[in-house]
């Protein structure tokens, strides 16, 4: 089955959809002129400090307030920092007014603002490069033992007091050179931004992040994808830049789409899937559905058996079939619509322990598909089963009414 990654313009949106044939399997929508924050590195200014929350609210614009936590900071770059400080870490303190160099973590999410970490991380293809944690890390959807060892291996003598590395997805079996090379950049990237950074004015942008179309490219397992297909010369252009100059060993996957005849959108219906996407019942094969509701605090997905019951005798057989079946459905709308957070999932009760272990089982199988971080928590004693997946970007239903 091909993979691509499809990347359009739609009026003042960049939508970019990531296809497994022709089943669309993650989307994001992004207005042309937005300037986005998540990800890029300011210096910012220390506004106020809540003693009863242990955290702070730093300007990174101005009027643009976003909250630091002074509990997961314990490493702060400061512009104003004296040599001692930067030597006994111990004896830093923030200050009202102080400038920190700090990293847009979370976008903001209706009344909450953005959230900034001193904790900043450099990403790259292969890997991220992370101030305040010197470990070395490997991500554990890479399983493979000896492979592991071998990047391990390869990183530990990169091994540095003020950053570690977390070797990304992308890394498994590829050739150490490449590695090597990234590493040098994603160091040098950082040298400057602790060298120069703290001698800028206030509120500089230090680090942009690439555009998001730019960022599924590099985080889209690019050996998995076959080709990176737009039909717009402005974003062919700026991904061949992109590629050319980071990921050379991809820039022969890039495909401009010249067909007159029917627009690219069109023929793979991205509009109409992002429709679907957005509504709240998913029908499945067997006749079952899938009911999704988004909530303030969390989301619910609730299971039904519809038409799927209709003149059977096996019932508990019966059950477990539609339960696999939208097992499998979930975790591809989760990621279709980029639901995160907490999420609680009724399923059809079933009386058999072992029915309920084979389905855990599948959830966990069909998460591990997923690139962004989602774990199964357990099944409470009602039945429910509670999953959490890492908070990112925007929910899809989000970034359709921020384009409309």
């Known amino acids: 089955m091909s993979q691509k990654l499809i990347i359009t313009k739609d009026k003042s949106t960049i939508i970019s959809a990531f296809y497994q044939g022709m089943d669309m399997v993650q989307v994001s929508l ?19 400090i809540v003693k009863n929350i242990n955290a702070a609210f730093v300007e990174i614009a101005d009027g643009r307030m976003c909250y630091y936590s002074l509990t997961d900071n314990p490493n702060p770059i400061m512009a104003n920092q004296s040599k001692e400080d930067e030597e006994n870490k111990k004896n830093i303190q923030i200050k009202l007014g102080d400038e920190l160099i700090v990293q847009v973590i979370k976008e903001e999410v209706k009344s909450k603002a953005p959230v900034v970490s001193s904790n900043i991380s450099i990403t790259g293809k292969y890997l991220a ?3 305040g944690k010197s ?24 091994s540095n007091k003020d950053y570690g590395f977390i070797v990304r997805t992308n890394s498994a079996f590829v050739d150490e050179e490449l590695i090597t090379k990234e590493i040098s950049c994603l160091i040098e990237i950082y040298k400057n931004i602790r060298s120069y950074g703290i001698y800028k004015s206030r509120f500089s942008l230090l680090y942009r992040t690439p555009p998001a179309y730019i960022c599924d490219i590099r985080d889209g397992y690019s050996d998995r994808v076959d080709e990176f297909v737009t039909d717009d010369i402005d974003l062919y252009e ?9 990921q050379p060993e991809d820039k022969d996957k890039l495909r401009l789409y010249q067909d007159t005849s029917i627009s ?29 509701q988004p909530t303030e605090a969390l989301t619910v997905i609730d299971v039904n058996t519809g038409k799927a019951v209709a003149g059977k005798k096996k019932v508990q057989e019966t059950f477990l079939r539609i339960n696999l079946e939208a097992a499998k459905e979930i975790a591809r709308q989760i990621r279709l619509r980029n639901i995160s957070g907490i999420i609680i999932i009724d399923f059809i009760d079933m ?13 966990e199988k069909e998460f591990k598909k997923d690139p962004i971080k989602t774990t199964l928590v357990d099944m409470t004693a009602l039945g429910l089963v509670e999953v959490t997946r890492k908070k990112l970007r925007k929910p899809l239903h989000e970034q359709v009414n921020d384009g409309s």
């Open 30 to 48: 992004n207005p042309i002129n937005d300037e986005e924050i998540l990800g890029n590195i300011y210096l910012g200014k220390v506004k106020n």
């Open 129 to 131: 490069l992370t101030h």
């Open 135 to 158: 470990s070395l890390g490997v991500s554990t959807k890479i399983e493979d033992s000896k492979e592991r060892k071998r990047l391990r291996d390869l990183i530990k003598s990169y």
């Open 238 to 246: 700026n991904m061949r830049d992109y590629l050319v100059n980071h």
């Open 264 to 292: 690219l959108s069109s023929l793979y219906g991205i509009k109409e899937k992002i429709k679907d996407a957005i509504k709240p019942m998913v029908w499945l094969k067997s006749g079952g559905s899938l009911v999704i």
């Open 351 to 363: 009386a058999l322990q072992k029915n309920k272990d084979l389905l855990m089982e599948e959830l």
